[in-house]
């Protein structure tokens, strides 16, 4: 499957912006998809995941509350919609996906996941 991330873009503190992950190639809804950021110097870390039909969702903690994750099966589209936007969500978010399924520590690991997209830069603003 092949992920395309779009939407990032500059937002002042305690705005809102939604970003998206077009996937093509395979059936959408066969895919576990999570979200994961990478700050400048820093580690790719785990924001949001969803299961095949989105009745899971799992957060991080430092964006529980702030973020929603949701799919659209019909479009082959996840969203990402971030909400009281802080400086330390800035980063590059990329979004993934796996065929297989996942536990709840699971779905929080880059491991996990077989096929990511190429990021799109979220600049939170002070």
């Known amino acids: 499957v092949q992920l395309q991330a779009s939407g990032g873009g500059l937002v002042q503190t305690g705005g809102s912006l939604r970003i998206s992950c077009a996937a093509s190639?395979?059936?959408?809804?066969?895919?576990?998809m999570g979200w994961f950021r990478q700050a400048p110097g820093k580690e790719r870390e785990f924001v949001s995941a969803?299961?095949?039909?989105?009745?899971?969702?799992y957060y991080a903690d430092s964006v529980k509350g702030r973020f929603a994750i949701s799919r659209d099966n019909a479009k082959n589209t996840v969203y990402l919609l971030m909400n009281r936007l802080k400086p330390e969500d800035t980063a590059v978010y990329y979004c993934?996906?796996?065929?297989?399924?996942?536990?709840?520590?699971?779905?929080?690991?880059?491991?996990?996941?077989?096929?990511w997209g190429q990021g799109t830069l979220v600049t939170v603003s002070s």
């Open positions: 993934a996906a796996t065929a297989l399924p996942v536990t709840t520590t699971q779905a929080m690991g880059v491991p996990s996941y077989d096929y």
């Open positions: 190639g395979r059936t959408f809804s066969n895919y576990v």
């Open positions: 969803i299961s095949y039909a989105g009745g899971s969702t």
